[in-house]
């Protein structure tokens, strides 16, 4: 019956999802179909296509990780006319349509930004804690 429904759905992103979808305990439908040895689901021609489709990326990931920083492109593009620190500042939107991309640059700046978030919360902190006791001690 389930093998009869995948080779009824025509949209892999659809199938993919399906697939992706997790119970209560967090184990996807392939993770079950693994442990309970479905081999008939595991082999079906989609299923293998959705396996392929997440195992490898849809994105080209065979670029660096410091190709996307912008201390890396200042050192590596050494022409006067190209200023790449002031095309990319923070404020800036910035083009990357060109640029292969790193498999895991957005766990990574995920990541870094909820630090650098968190960093800030401590850093703020911490100056109001040590202002307060500098402006106790100057005002005895």
């Avoid at 009824?8 to 305990?25: A, G, H, P, W």
């Avoid at 492109?73 to 939107?93: G, P, S």
């Amino acid at each position: 019956m389930i093998i009869e429904y995948i080779e009824s759905v025509d949209d892999e992103n659809f199938l993919t999802k399906i697939m992706l979808e997790t119970d209560y305990s967090g184990r996807d439908s392939l993770q079950i179909a693994v442990e309970l040895e479905v081999l008939d689901l595991i082999q079906a021609p989609k299923v293998e296509a959705v396996i392929k489709r997440i195992l490898n990326s849809d994105y080209d990931t065979s670029g660096s990780f410091f190709e996307m920083s912008t201390p890396y492109q200042i050192i590596e593009q050494q022409t006067a006319e190209n200023d790449v620190e002031n095309r990319c500042r923070f404020y800036k939107k910035r083009d990357i349509e060109g640029m292969p991309q790193y498999d895991s640059n957005f766990n990574i700046f995920q990541r870094s930004m909820n630090s650098r978030i968190k960093g800030m919360i401590i850093i703020s902190m911490l100056f109001v804690i040590i202002s307060v006791f500098y402006y106790n001690q100057v005002i005895e």
